[in-house]
């Protein structure tokens, strides 16, 4: 087991909303076919801005938004308009191109506490049409003092109706004061635990909010227990063998790939639709690096 410690993250700009990201971290940049952590809050929206992330492209993954606490308002170039709350699923798949805007709707409450997490699409579905599927209907998993939600993949028998494509799991799961539990995972998958609420206790590893913690892979079960109620994220999945770039908001597998994905965004060609109803300007993308980006591993 290790402990990703992650990097804090200030989404559009020095004064906009902080999250903690630790995936890519820099000693792994995948958890199965997770590629991407970002982690906020509780933040209270009297003291920090809401979120306001403003139009902007994805290619080659599916964005998943998780809430503990709040709401956000997704709008897609698909025409889809969706809040989501707290115990629902926004998926969204970008293939071959697709581009969104999520923001604090007008009225909300005083807390906003979730996650937002990337999937990374294997090459056989990586340039698939987008889609969008919002999710209020999740299946729950209950055995002494743990329940646990599946948000996407299969845990314990029970399987979320999200659309996957790699085998994977991500499931939140909560643990009432002074529960111990054991939940079966598949020996052949990675995972990984995140603490949102609490400081539960991983077999021997005690988390708190923050580090992402690496189980790895070969167990067949996880001991969870904690003394007072905390709630956590585990993810999961069979490693992930493909070499990705991943560079903005993009996952592609070559650099020309990525270059390609950047003009069609900031020449506005039909790849990337239009966000429409979105009150602030699309986001421009940075330069590219002086350097050719090179393709990666799951491992660094
Ligand atoms: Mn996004």
Redesign the pocket.
Known sequence: MEFLEGAAVALGGPRGFEVTRTLPSRQRRMVGAWCFLDAYGPHSLGVTPGMR?GP?P?TGLQ?VTWLVAGEVLHRDSLGNVQEIRPGQLNL?TAGQGIS?A?ATPERHSDVIHGV?L?VALPHADRDMPPAFAHHADLPVFSDGGLDATVLMGELAGLTSPAACHTPLVGAEIRLGADAAATVPVRPDFEYAVLALDGAPVIEDAALKPGPLLYVGSGRSSLRLSTASPARLLLLGGEPFEERLVMWW?FVGRSHDEIVQMRLDWESQTPRFGEVRGYDGPRMPAPPMPLTRLVSRGRVR
């Open positions: 992330v902007h994805h964005t969204m969104h999520e937002q990337w908001n």
